[in-house]
Nanobody, 121 residues
Framework: QVQLVESGGGAVQAGGSLILSCGAS?????MGWFRQAPGKKREFVAGIDRSGGSTNYADSLKGRFTISRDNAKNTVNLRMNSLKPDDTAVYYC?????????????????WGQGTQVTVSS
């Protein structure tokens, strides 16, 4: 059983930055970050392959968010810059068995409990 534990969420003012971290147990997986705002569907934020050599981002977040991983520590980070109130959501770390980064949440088998990010104007 894979366990994913997110940390780093919190409250920040618009324009600020946060770094979310996800610790994973077990072997190395393709990892993704998703988010869900109140009343909205869960959406893909960013993903990274097992080596860290390939990443994918939601088009609307390119240039502000950066995903990275440290396989020695089995962690995946999401750096979020220039945060906006629209970025307010619960952010989830997810892991999938496979080699390709996908944007579809149903393709990820394992999920963390989520961490709240609140951006005030």
């Amino acid at each position: 059983q894979v366990q994913l534990v997110e940390s780093g969420g919190g409250a920040v003012q618009a324009g600020g930055s946060l770094i979310l971290s996800c610790g994973a147990s077990g072997r190395t997986y393709v990892m993704g970050w998703f988010r869900q705002a109140p009343g909205k569907k869960r959406e893909f934020v960013a993903g990274i392959d097992r080596s860290g050599g390939s990443t994918n981002y939601a088009d609307s977040l390119k240039g502000r968010f950066t995903i990275s991983r440290d396989n020695a520590k089995n962690t995946v980070n999401l750096r979020m810059n220039s945060l906006k109130p629209d970025d307010t959501a619960v952010y989830y770390c997810a892991a999938r068995i496979g080699v390709v980064v996908t944007t579809v949440d149903s393709s990820y088998a394992y999920w963390g409990q989520g961490t709240q990010v609140t951006v005030s104007s």
